[in-house]
């Protein structure tokens, strides 16, 4: 499983050490030299588990896809991006997570409330 390519379809042989990648970078971490360029590439694809070639200099909108289970494997790569989720129950359940906009909340009093300083500091 990559870590860099989400969505990755294919693993390719390097034609440099001879192992299997799903992406350049993954190759770039775990090998100590660098990956060699090759027009001729060795695909499997993780849909049907079967191997084959593609010549990329004559490389068409047909080469796009497995040619043993037509899985599309040229997609745009999804990449992991950091994000801020709030993990909370199903709100059917358990809906105090949504705020509601036409309750007004409690003004809350504090030191800090510059109306309100006078009558807190003395």
């Given at each position: 499983m990559?870590?860099?390519i989400l969505n990755a379809q294919v693993s390719?042989?390097?034609?440099?050490c001879?192992?299997?990648?799903?992406?350049?970078?993954c190759h770039a971490e775990t090998q100590k030299h660098p990956?060699?360029?090759?027009?001729?590439?060795t695909f499997v694809c993780k849909k049907c588990k079967k191997?084959?070639?593609?010549?990329?200099?004559?490389?068409?909108?047909?080469d796009e896809y497995c040619p043993h289970c037509d899985n599309h494997f040229v997609l745009e790569a999804k990449t992991?991006?950091?994000?801020?989720?709030?993990?909370?129950e199903d709100v059917r359940v358990d809906a105090r997570m949504l705020k509601d906009d036409r309750v007004q909340a409690e003004e809350q009093r504090t030191?800090?409330?510059?109306?309100d300083a006078?009558?807190?500091l003395g």
């Open positions: 990559c870590k860099h390719i042989r390097s034609p440099c001879r192992k299997w990648f799903d992406c350049a970078e990956l060699m360029q090759s027009f001729d590439m191997a084959f070639r593609k010549d990329t200099r004559e490389f068409e909108d047909s992991p991006k950091a994000s801020l989720q709030v993990e909370s030191i800090f409330d510059v109306r006078a009558d807190r």
